[in-house]
């Protein structure tokens, strides 16, 4: 049985699909990998949530983590975060949306990981 042009669209499309939603994870990885070196926390870039929290009850940030989370996306990624964008550091989701929406496409990183410190 041949496959018609709509078929091979359909494998292109899901093709494409999983190309952003790999490209997304792995930007998502890195900027917990950031977080993690950035301001040193002792807990592994895997055991952040996508959807937790960056303060209160999440991973328990304050206003001055905010700044180096400013400056880190400055130099890392070339996205620049105002007062005006106080949204973004509800979580990593929110944060990579931010820097999705900021250049307009997912840039290609390496999704790193380090050992947090013991």
Do not use: W
């Amino acid at each position: 049985m041949a496959l018609g042009h709509d078929a091979y669209d359909a494998y292109d499309g899901y093709d494409e699909l999983l190309d952003r939603a790999r490209a997304r994870a792995a930007l998502n990885q890195r900027v917990k990998t950031l977080l993690v070196q950035s301001l040193d926390l002792d807990v592994a870039p895997e055991h952040i949530g996508d959807d937790q929290p960056l303060f209160g009850r999440g991973l328990e940030l304050d206003s001055l983590d905010t700044l180096e989370i400013v400056v880190m996306f400055e130099e890392h990624l070339g996205v620049t975060i105002t007062d005006d964008d106080r949204a973004a550091f509800g979580s990593v989701n929110r944060l990579v949306d931010f820097v999705v929406e900021a250049l307009g496409e997912i840039p290609r990183v390496e999704a790193e990981s380090v050992k947090a410190s013991a």
